[in-house]
């Protein structure tokens, strides 16, 4: 396996360049270097996963690591993963009119000091890595799009595009990330950004109820349920393109992990399920087609991942559900649902 990490943290700016600098961001960086260096699933294959201020000064030194970075993924059972901290922009007046992100020579309203993150998604999805995530903690990554094929942000034509997620600080119409440490975490993760204190949170306690890896929908849950028990903080968004939620992505650190031991019988239960693993567990959840169908409905009624989850678990229902009696129970749960505009 071939399969690599970056951490781009920018937290220090010129003095004359309007852009505020916060400590969080140097911390929560070096927080993700620990974290990948101890991690079973990134020690051996992270080198000095996180770049040094020479190299994030400029978005030359930026995408000079990154391009080596993407390019080390070889095949389907690699990984790319490129965690960016720092601060987000957004012009409309600028061709495109995309996310830029900050990097150490930027200047406050001088977008062309900035790095564009066309740029940065060109050279995630050149790589042959079957997996490629994205990792935003900063203001406006909400408005960061999918990095398949559907994208507005087309890339390189004709390059691998399937296996990608992006995760981001802030989701819905929310846009302005915190930058202020989170005094509800444990040290030393309280000196982080609250989104990537949380995440890393997440992989240093690990979820006592999930499997041996994190997977990717594993990691958006307990950030979600983290946050919210904060009770502060902005949700975060995923966007899959050809991942599953069932792809691992670190390794699950909690100590007495607790398998399952009985069937899920309940709407919430599946919801949870086909979050944190995806379409992995569909067949069994088809077997009981006016459930599934009160699944979807629940699904579609929530967040953008929700209602992509929903409309990937309709497209396969037809496949699941050959006998025309099965379907029916499924449908008739989801229709009234669609007609009274649910």
């Given amino acids: 396996m071939a399969s690599r990490a970056l951490v781009i943290g920018v937290g220090s700016y010129d003095e004359d360049s309007g852009v505020h600098g916060y400590p969080t961001i ?7 270097g620990t974290a990948l260096t101890r991690d079973p699933r990134w020690g051996a294959a992270t080198r000095t996963p996180v770049l040094e201020p020479r190299e994030t000064r400029t978005a030359d030194g930026v995408m000079r690591a990154l391009h080596e970075a993407a390019a080390a993924g070889e095949g389907p059972r690699d990984t790319l993963l ?3 901290v720092g601060h987000g922009a957004y012009w409309q007046d600028v061709p495109g009119g995309q996310v830029h992100f900050a990097v150490g020579s930027s200047r406050i309203n001088e977008p062309w000091t900035w790095l ?10 050149k790589s042959k890595a079957g997996l490629k995530v994205l990792i935003a903690d900063c203001c406006y990554s909400n408005m960061l799009p999918h990095l398949g094929p559907e994208s507005a942000l087309p890339g390189a034509l004709g390059t691998r595009a399937q296996g990608t997620c992006v995760l981001t600080a802030v989701g819905g ?11 509800n975490l444990p040290g030393p993760l309280d000196a982080c950004t609250p989104f990537s204190g949380h995440l890393l949170n997440v992989l240093g306690q690990g979820m006592p109820d999930h499997a041996d890896d994190l997977t990717l929908g594993a990691l958006r849950a307990g950030i979600d349920e983290g946050m919210q028990e904060c009770g502060v903080h902005h949700r975060p968004r995923m966007l899959l393109n050809d991942a599953s939620e069932a792809a ?19 709407v919430d239960e599946w919801v949870r399920e086909l979050l944190l693993n995806g379409e992995r567990s ?25 209602r992509d989850l929903a409309r990937r678990v309709d497209r396969r229902a037809g496949e699941l559900l050959p006998d025309p009696v099965d379907f029916v129970r499924y449908w008739g749960e989801i229709e009234p649902a669609m007609l009274g505009g649910g």
């Fill in 26 to 32: 140097d911390a929560s960086a070096r927080a993700y």
């Fill in 82 to 84: 490129v965690v960016y």
């Fill in 116 to 125: 564009s993150a066309w740029y940065v998604y060109r050279a995630i999805r």
């Fill in 173 to 183: 119409s929310v846009h302005n990330a915190w930058a202020g440490a989170c005094e």
């Fill in 248 to 266: 691992p992505l670190f390794t699950n650190h909690a100590k007495g992990r607790r398998p399952r031991t009985r069937a899920l019988d309940t």
């Fill in 282 to 306: 569909l067949p069994d959840l088809m077997r009981r087609p006016d459930l599934a169908g009160r699944v979807v409905v629940r699904l579609k009624a929530g967040d953008e991942q929700r």
